[in-house]
């Protein structure tokens, strides 16, 4: 069993950053790959961005492409996602996801490739 715990959520005016951070338990982290969903209120879960196993390769949603970075501290069990350029529309409950003991080095798009999920941090951008 997989934990993945997010926080750095919180309310910010557009225009502005926010660092999420999750962390995961276990001890073969570096073979996992993850991912970054986000859902508002009345829509379905969507991508964010997604890192490979080693960070080598990092996928991103055409919504957030460009003002989103995702990165990973393997020494450290856990995965960033580092926005910048809030818009009001970015508003959702970010969820940390995990792909795990995988060999390939690939990054991972779609919800159902995902084994585990957190519980989400949420993040508000005002206008």
């Known amino acids: 069993q997989v934990q993945l715990v997010e926080s750095g959520g919180g309310l910010v005016q557009a225009g502005g950053s926010l660092r999420l951070s999750c962390i995961a338990s276990?001890?073969?982290?570096?073979?996992?790959?993850m991912g970054w969903f986000r859902q508002a209120p009345g829509k379905e879960r969507e991508f964010v961005g997604a890192?490979?196993?080693?960070?080598?390769?990092?996928d991103y949603a055409d919504s957030v492409k460009g003002r989103c970075t995702i990165s990973r501290d393997n020494a450290k069990n856990t995965i960033y996602l580092q926005m910048n350029s809030l818009k009001p529309e970015d508003t959702a409950v970010y969820y940390c996801?995990?792909?795990?003991?995988?060999?390939?080095?690939?990054?991972?798009?779609?919800?159902?490739?995902?084994?585990?999920w957190g519980q989400g941090t949420q993040v508000t951008v005002s206008s």
């Open positions: 890192i490979s196993r080693s960070g080598g390769t990092t």
């Open positions: 996801a995990a792909r795990v003991l995988i060999s390939s080095y690939r990054a991972y798009v779609h919800r159902d490739e995902y084994n585990y």
């Open positions: 276990g001890r073969t982290f570096s073979t996992y790959a």
